[in-house]
């Protein structure tokens, strides 16, 4: 138990450290905090809350400062890097001169992050905008109270498995925070939509413009809206769908792309894009606040199909909460031609709430630590595929599905019960298998899927780990057309 504890630890920090933009390093702020060069002249920038259980309710903390520049201010947001991590301002704008209090609220409830120490950022947005945007930071160390064991691992790490602990740095007491209160999850923010869950259509691919460069525009927005029946949760999307659109280019094209991330949002957003060949996949040159936008290109060097994700800190955060979506990158000859062709992108959904609880939800960090989602869903929420958004055929026609996993914890059993897939593109890659019953869809994975339908019927498209079958992995394909006996025939006495 003490070495699995131990890999799994290293092996969750080795990954937060190696993708996340401000995943922190092990140092302290130093005693002597620089102020901010920006209009905004803070006294001290960054402040450490030492030790924090994760039981142990919120803390806050107020940053003095100058507005020093030359015009009167106003003050759009305060947003901060995590769910976690709020700011708020004693004013709305600021005349040269004036002074105020920037009050940021931590609180590790709502904390998407594993054991470990942690920075996260508060930026103040305001009109006329600032370059740089002031910020400020604040440091934790999580302790999730996972109980004795896990204390005594901290205290005697001998190295058995040769790993290095990636957690314990016992050479300083920790202070405990000292003005822990009572734990208030924020409200859910965003505008409230009727519709959170993408059609599952995957359009064809449109004419390329006359200067051979293909465009995207995609905007991350945070919405409330549906999950299940009486619940609705605080997504993050993009263009307000999960997953989000649906984008296809072919191989060898130049694309170029463009995120914005919504004035109304609260969080840092950004892409990472499988589809691309250069560091991050793009999220290092997309890390934007709300209000912002950035373009970059990139060429489609290789065919297949692709998860995209945000990549802002905490990452996982953004992923459960939505932030995924397809890119098919067609090969120079294009795909074998078909009758239909759908998209659909598994997902789960940690929930503060419990299943089948209603009310207004969000994400719970301990949940996703734990990889124990509420809800499993393909499309972003309980039944977005069924009923009248359920897949439609007819018999003879031959179907293709793009199939995701968003993730962010759970490998997908793909099946669609009561077809055999004739063409498989294992893990979306190539050369392509026949014949498979049930095809494994990793997280940040997905696949290529292709069978004809002889028989008219309900084909239930699940998750063949079937008990997730109850937490909402359910899309219908509603096939008509005339019966076919010598294939299948449920007829006989
Ligand atoms: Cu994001």
């Known amino acids: 138990?003490?070495?699995?504890?131990?890999?799994?630890?290293?092996?969750?920090?080795?990954?937060?450290?190696?993708?996340?933009?401000?995943?922190?390093?092990?140092?302290?702020?130093?005693?002597?905090?620089?102020?901010?060069?920006?209009?905004?002249?803070?006294?001290?920038?960054?402040?450490?809350?030492?030790?924090?259980?994760?039981?142990?309710?919120?803390?806050?903390?107020?940053?003095?400062?100058?507005?020093?520049?030359?015009?009167?201010?106003?003050?759009?947001?305060?947003?901060?890097?995590?769910?976690?991590?709020?700011?708020?301002?004693?004013?709305?704008?600021?005349?040269?001169?004036?002074?105020?209090?920037?009050?940021?609220?931590?609180?590790?409830?709502?904390?998407?992050?594993?054991?470990?120490?942690?920075?996260?950022?508060?930026?103040?947005?305001?009109?006329?905008?600032?370059?740089?945007?002031?910020?400020?930071?604040?440091?934790?160390?999580?302790?999730?109270?996972?109980?004795?064991?896990?204390?005594?691992?901290?205290?005697?790490?001998?190295?058995?498995?040769?790993?290095?602990?990636?957690?314990?740095?016992?050479?300083?007491?920790k202070k405990e925070a000292s003005s822990a209160k009572k734990a208030t999850p924020t409200a859910p923010t965003g505008a409230e939509v009727a519709e959170i869950a993408n059609d599952g259509q995957a359009p064809a691919l449109a004419p390329l413009p006359a200067d051979g460069i293909r465009r995207f525009r995609l905007t991350a927005k945070e919405v409330t809206a549906p999950l299940a029946d009486g619940v609705k949760y605080n997504y993050w999307t993009y263009n307000g769908t999960v997953p989000g659109t649906f984008l296809r280019v072919r191989e060898g094209e130049m694309v170029e792309f463009t995120l914005a991330n919504d004035s109304g949002n609260r969080n840092k957003h950004s892409i990472d894009l499988h589809a691309v060949n250069g560091p991050g996949g793009g999220a290092g040159a997309t890390q934007i606040y709300p209000g912002q936008e950035k373009t970059f290109r990139f060429q489609a060097l290789n065919p297949g199909i692709y998860i995209y994700h945000c990549a802002s800190s905490v990452i996982p955060e953004h992923v459960a909460n939505g932030m995924y979506g397809l890119i098919l990158v067609e090969p120079k000859e294009g795909l074998p031609t078909v009758d239909r062709e759908y998209a659909l992108v598994q997902g789960e959904i940690y929930s503060i709430l419990k299943r089948g609880a209603k009310g207004?939800?969000?994400?719970?960090?301990?949940?996703?630590?734990?990889?124990?989602?509420?809800?499993?869903?393909?499309?972003?929420?309980?039944?977005?595929?069924?009923?009248?958004?359920?897949?439609?055929?007819?018999?003879?026609?031959?179907?293709?599905?793009?199939?995701?996993?968003?993730?962010?914890?759970?490998?997908?059993?793909?099946?669609?019960?009561?077809?055999?897939?004739?063409?498989?593109?294992?893990?979306?890659?190539?050369?392509?298998?026949?014949?498979?019953?049930?095809?494994?869809?990793?997280?940040?994975?997905?696949?290529?899927?292709?069978?004809?339908?002889?028989?008219?019927?309900?084909?239930?498209?699940?998750?063949?780990a079937l008990s997730r079958l109850t937490k909402g992995a359910l899309a219908l394909l509603e096939v008509t057309g005339a019966k076919n006996l010598e294939i299948f025939n449920d007829e006989l006495k």
């Open 360 to 464: 207004t939800t969000q994400l719970s960090g301990e949940k996703m630590y734990a990889e124990d989602p509420e809800y499993i869903v393909f499309n972003g929420r309980v039944g977005a595929l069924t009923g009248k958004r359920a897949l439609t055929a007819k018999v003879g026609e031959k179907v293709r599905l793009f199939v995701g996993n968003g993730g962010v914890g759970k490998v997908s059993s793909f099946h669609v019960i009561g077809e055999i897939f004739d063409t498989v593109y294992p893990e979306g890659g190539t050369p392509v298998q026949n014949n498979i019953q049930t095809t494994v869809v990793p997280a940040g994975g997905a696949t290529i899927v292709e069978f004809t339908v002889d028989v008219p019927g309900t084909y239930k498209i699940v998750d063949h």
């Open 1 to 173: 138990m003490r070495k699995l504890l131990l890999s799994f630890s290293a092996l969750v920090l080795l990954l937060l450290v190696g993708c996340s933009d401000t995943a922190a390093p092990t140092t302290s702020p130093s005693d002597t905090t620089p102020a901010a060069t920006t209009a905004f002249e803070f006294t001290e920038t960054e402040h450490d809350f030492g030790l924090i259980k994760q039981s142990g309710g919120s803390v806050s903390y107020e940053f003095p400062f100058v507005y020093r520049g030359s015009e009167s201010i106003e003050i759009t947001g305060t947003p901060g890097n995590c769910l976690c991590t709020t700011g708020s301002l004693d004013k709305d704008s600021y005349a040269p001169g004036e002074s105020g209090l920037l009050t940021v609220d931590f609180n590790p409830n709502l904390h998407a992050e594993p054991l470990g120490r942690f920075n996260k950022t508060v930026a103040i947005l305001t009109n006329p905008s600032l370059d740089p945007i002031p910020e400020v930071t604040i440091w934790q160390e999580i302790d999730l109270d996972w109980g004795e064991e896990a204390f005594e691992l901290s205290q005697h790490d001998d190295h058995l498995d040769g790993d290095e602990h990636p957690i314990v740095k016992d050479s300083e007491p």
